[in-house]
């Protein structure tokens, strides 16, 4: 079963400018995750939240969790081409971690 | 480091047939996991092993699936009998405890 749901579903940007991706989810959390996935490969792990943080910068990641809210954001400043791909949040906790179903996020150059 | 690694890539067997599926994890991560991934349904948990031992099977559609972890540097995930709708991505992952998971290339599954 999913955790967590992302928003929107789908997303197309210019190239340079930011993209904003949401996710909420369920139960209490140990920690939560952001994935990409470029199409036909793997997911790559891009940053992990602990649930007593607020907020998270990684590069041109930047990641805020409102457990209050159960639902954290994914910000990707100064969009490429290359950040075409779709992003998952996980949420980990009971020792597993669940991925929500996704934004598939397209950079137009 | 190589990564978590995964065979076949691609797997087309017909329906009823044995499928077995391997991964490698990375060498120090005590963790598994056996991921699905389908359009319909989007990533599942299938299993995962701790310290090579199954710890939560709920995840595993039904007894056709069965995964081992014989040691810490290998994982099997076998489908017998395999069904056209086990058709699928599978994916392994690793990961040290509550770190990031590394993910494998996958396995294409079709099941004709």
């Known amino acids: 079963s999913q955790q967590g749901e992302e928003d929107p579903q789908a997303l197309s940007i210019q190239e340079g400018e930011n993209a904003t991706m949401n996710c909420s989810y369920k139960?209490?959390?140990?920690?939560l995750q952001w994935y990409r996935q470029n199409s036909g490969r793997g997911l790559v792990h891009l940053i992990l939240?602990?649930?007593?943080?607020r907020e998270k910068h990684s590069g041109r990641l930047r990641v805020t969790l409102d457990t209050s809210k159960k639902s954290s954001s994914l910000l990707i400043t100064a969009s490429r081409a290359a950040d075409t791909a779709s992003y998952f949040c996980?949420?980990?906790?009971?020792?597993?971690?669940?991925f929500g179903t996704g934004t598939r996020l397209t950079i137009i150059p | 480091d190589a990564g978590v690694i995964q065979s076949p890539r691609h797997e087309v067997t017909e329906m009823g047939q044995e499928v077995t599926l391997r991964c490698k994890p990375i060498?120090?991560?005590?963790?598994l996991f056996w991921y699905r991934q389908t359009m319909m349904r989007g990533l599942e948990l299938l299993i995962y092993?701790?310290?090579?031992?199954?710890?939560?099977d709920s995840g595993m559609p039904e007894d056709r699936f069965s995964a081992k972890m014989p040691n810490a540097s290998f994982s099997t995930l076998k489908i017998q009998p395999s069904e056209p709708r086990d058709s699928a991505v599978y994916f392994c992952?690793?990961?040290?405890?509550?770190?990031?998971?590394?993910f494998g290339s996958g396995t294409r599954l079709t099941v004709v």
């Open positions: 139960t209490s959390i140990n920690n």
């Open positions: 992952a690793s990961s040290p405890d509550l770190g990031g998971y590394t």
């Open positions: 092993f701790n310290n090579n031992v199954p710890i939560d």
């Open positions: 996980a949420t980990f906790g009971n020792e597993k971690l669940t």
């Open positions: 939240i602990r649930s007593n943080e």
């Open positions: 060498s120090g991560h005590n963790s």
